[in-house]
């Protein structure tokens, strides 16, 4: 299938971005060739930063199979913003929708295309306290199995150093360097064929963010940790402290109750 043209409003938008971008950041820039030549493809990358997705559209935009992202569909409405975001062929997202499924069904749609689709699988900022990946979100190995595409996963590092997680004010001096690495298609042949139970879904997401996080440890020079961060884990166990302090302070003040009435017993 041949590769959908870059287009006026992508090459505007590289005309407005990438002269600040290549001033502020030098770059590593490290597996272009796994990148697909032809046909629909899903790009899995980590997300450390408010500025990288510019910073990887850079790098994406070089290999000459632009990047369509997911983005709320409130931005497609908005004057110059939702025009520019419908030129560049952005994929909205109608949060509204019931059907999860239904969601990522322009990502799907696009795929079948023969469209470069960049999925954030962790859906935010990472909070993991050393930036790396913490755990998924089921939408891009839900659009894979759908399409059976190959998966690129895109490790990146260097953004966050310019500009740290949930930071507005950039670090610029010294010049820092964006750091990508494209590995290899993720293996997910092992679950084609399968009910796309949550399960199933779970893990292979879980597939997909070990092969960021390896490209990740590539670039580093580091162990990633065993486990990986769960936002979702640490506020059942934030729950779970909060009522274990409201059961003790509870305690104290029945002590403390029971202490005076004592006093005022004698």
């Known amino acids: 299938m ?7 409003w992508y090459r505007f938008a590289a005309v407005i971005c990438k002269p600040p971008l290549v001033l502020l950041l030098k770059r590593d820039w ?19 930063s408010h500025i990288d997705p510019f910073a990887y559209a850079h790098f994406q935009y070089n290999t000459g199979r632009v990047p369509r ?14 025009a520019a975001m419908r030129g560049t062929g952005q994929i909205p997202v109608y949060r509204e929708s019931t059907d999860a499924l239904s969601a990522f069904r322009a990502a799907i749609e696009a795929v079948e295309r023969g469209e470069c689709v960049a999925f954030y699988p962790e859906g935010t900022l990472t ?17 894979a199995l759908q399409t059976r595409c190959p998966v690129i996963p895109i490790a990146q590092w260097g953004a966050n150093e310019l500009l740290p997680p949930y930071s507005k004010k950039p670090r610029i001096f010294p010049r820092k360097t964006h750091h990508v690495l494209a590995g290899p298609p993720v293996d997910l042949e092992r679950f084609y064929d399968r009910e796309m139970t949550p399960e199933l879904l779970k893990e292979a997401t879980e597939a997909i963010m070990a092969a960021i996080t390896r490209q990740l440890e590539e670039i580093r020079g580091e162990k990633a940790p065993d486990t990986p961060y769960d936002p979702r884990r640490e506020r059942i166990e934030q729950r779970r402290k909060t009522r274990a302090q409201a059961l003790r302070e509870g305690i104290q003040d029945d002590d ?5 009435e004592e006093g005022l017993g004698k």
């Open 2 to 8: 041949p590769r959908r043209r870059i287009g006026f």
């Open 30 to 48: 490290r597996g272009m060739e796994n990148i697909p030549a032809e046909g629909g493809f899903i790009t899995a990358v980590n997300h450390n």
């Open 69 to 82: 992202f997911l983005a709320k569909s409130e931005l497609f409405k908005k004057g110059f913003v939702g």
């Open 127 to 143: 909070r993991d306290p050393d930036g790396w990946p913490m755990t998924g979100k089921t939408g891009a190995a839900r659009v």
């Open 256 to 260: 403390r109750a029971a202490a005076q």
